[in-house]
């Protein structure tokens, strides 16, 4: 007798259901989706845990009778047709599971009207649907979801708390305005005002809205084509870029890495191979134990995508995935780069800011920069830092058209050498010989497989060192240096090590050449802002700020009888 029958219907769908809908934000992610793919310029989305409701309004096209009587019924989708449609994904959604899936688990309500159209309400749970009903309304979609659950007891109690369920649904919200910057969204919580975010030209316009944190300023937006970084010429890669977002090491940063995110073709995604590489491009940019603020958002030809590989559509399968690996840390090392950011300018903004605190409120005019300035402020790579002083033998005073920089000189120079290391590592015979004692097991093989120094057997427990790094060459102190490095870490912090060691100390006098070479070296470093560890390098005092804080041209104006603005 055969064992193997096939499932009813009915059974099928309440499976399929529960793979998609399992839980409020669930609910949430799929008529925003929905409403997305709709054209929606902005969306409202009410919650109500405790009724089990969620309502979802949009401004997008809407549906004629006919679309909105199939919408919510299985295998109905407008998004493709047949299979060759699957490797050409466009749209956010595409199952034909959302709305049918919805309706498996809870009561539905549709209302929609499209342009110079009467509009239709009608309500589907599980497969059947009521008749239609005139219903008047603005052009664009209502969906409202009650009873949500209502059946399934089980899971309902399965669910975690209220709290945690609306911290979710937030999240996934603030995903999705990430990768749509172009909606305005409005959510309430029980009919009560909840939060907004306001549409942007671009993400870094919505990032600090999403984490109240930091600022527009803190922040810095790029986009590249991935040609860019090509070698060689790959039609595949015509048409694709990566936009940029970029939280500057020196002023923004987390405990977690709560805020690195990847999408892709304006999706959220999890890509553990790609995020490492996001992480790779801010590799010894930041304090130990802290993690960047960064969103990375690629847009690829859609047919180098396989969305099938998880309900949520969090999780893809993408072509190319090593070349993208090696494409993200290069824009974000261009991106933090001198010649890409606009670093006096946001720095000269914070500056301001404290200053604006500082001060008493006073009606005074200031005069805006002159052309030069603008000009030399939108390109610091082009900045001609001057060397003017030092300060207590540990600050680099240079001058500059617009103003003034500090530069603390050990963690420039250490910067500098360090990224010196990192292109050009180099080992040489030492001048003098080195000899170094009683040394374990882990040390050796420290300096031999780590390293890579070549040692010899001189003696009882005596090694003779034959290769060394060639930033050590002339180090007061080569022995302790290399007992420094046999003692752990990796090349890498090796690198930083020799850096910190050979940089030149603070409390060191300098000559004017010295530190002009210092800060021409320093300019020329892919990530400037910050040493090694994380420490933020220089201070920019903006001319601006300065005529701001001393009142120059409202003094000037009042003592030629100019009458205060």
């Known amino acids: 007798m055969a064992n193997i029958k096939q499932l009813p219907n009915d059974v099928i769908q309440l499976i399929a259901a529960g793979e998609v809908i399992d839980s409020l934000a669930a609910v949430v992610r799929e008529l925003a989706e929905n409403a997305i793919d709709a054209g ?27 679309d909105l009587q199939q919408c919510a019924l299985p295998h109905r989708t407008s998004k493709i047709g047949d299979r060759q449609d699957l490797a050409h994904i466009k749209s956010l959604g595409f199952r034909w599971e959302a709305l049918h899936s919805i309706a498996q688990v809870a009561k539905l309500t549709i209302a929609s009207c499209q342009d110079g159209q009467p509009g239709y309400q009608l309500t589907v749970q599980q497969n059947h649907v009521s008749e239609p009903l005139l219903k008047p309304m603005a052009v664009g979609t209502m969906v ?37 910057p172009q909606i305005t969204w409005q959510v309430n919580q029980n009919n009560q005002p909840w939060f907004v975010i306001s549409a942007g030209k671009n993400a870094q316009e919505i990032l600090p809205q999403l984490l109240r944190s930091i600022s527009i300023q803190d922040l810095i937006f790029q986009r590249y084509q991935a040609t860019d970084f090509l070698t060689e010429n790959n039609s595949d890669y015509a048409t694709s870029y990566l936009e940029v977002v970029l939280g500057l090491p020196d002023r923004c940063h987390r405990h977690q890495a709560d805020w690195l995110k990847l999408a892709i073709n304006g999706r959220i995604v999890k890509f553990s191979a790609l995020e490492q590489a996001i992480m790779k491009g801010f ?6 134990d802290r993690h960047p ?124 050498i360090y990224e010196d290391l990192c292109k050009n590592w180099q080992l040489i015979s030492p001048i003098q010989p080195v000899l170094l004692n009683d040394l374990s097991p882990k040390q050796i093989e420290q300096l031999t497989d780590q390293l890579g120094l070549d040692l010899e057997i001189f003696g009882e427990n005596v090694w003779r060192v034959n290769t060394i790094p060639r930033a050590l060459q002339g180090h007061s102190d080569l022995e302790a240096a290399l007992l420094e490095l046999s003692r752990g870490g990796d090349l890498e912090a090796a690198q930083v090590a020799i850096a910190c060691r050979t940089a030149v100390r603070n409390g060191t006098p300098l000559d004017f050449p010295t530190m002009q070479t210092i800060i021409d070296r320093w300019q020329q470093c892919e990530n400037p ?21 001393f009142r120059r041209h409202w003094v000037l104006g009042k003592s030629h009888g100019i009458t205060e603005k």
């Open 40 to 66: 929606a310029t902005r969306i409202n989305i009410d919650i109500q845990p405790q009724r089990w409701q969620i309502r979802v309004v949009d401004n997008g096209q809407g549906m004629d009778l006919e």
């Open 144 to 180: 409202t979801v009650t009873d949500i659950f209502q059946n399934f007891p089980v899971r309902r109690h399965a669910l975690p708390a209220i709290a945690q369920q609306l911290k979710t649904a937030q999240q996934m919200i603030y995903h999705l305005a990430l990768g749509q």
């Open 283 to 288: 590799s010894r940019t930041l304090p130990r």
């Open 293 to 416: 603020i960064c969103f990375v958002h690629l847009h690829v030809p859609p047919e180098h995508i396989d969305w099938n590989r998880h309900p949520a559509k969090s999780e893809i399968y993408l072509q190319h995935q090593t070349l993208w690996q090696e494409i993200i840390p290069q824009a974000i090392a261009k991106g933090l780069s001198f010649s890409e950011a606009n670093l006096p300018r946001l720095e000269n903004q914070r500056v301001l800011s404290l200053i604006q605190a500082a001060e008493k409120k006073e009606n005074y005019s200031i005069e805006p920069p002159s052309e030069h300035s603008t000009t030399s402020a939108s390109n610091p790579h082009k900045k001609v830092l001057k060397v003017i002083g030092q300060a207590r033998n540990t600050y680099i005073i240079t001058e500059h058209p617009d103003g003034i920089w500090l530069v603390e000189q050990h963690i420039a120079d250490e910067r500098a």
């Open 529 to 549: 802002s910050t040493c090694p560890h994380g420490r933020p390098i220089y201070l920019a005092l903006e001319e601006t700020s300065l005529y701001r804080f």
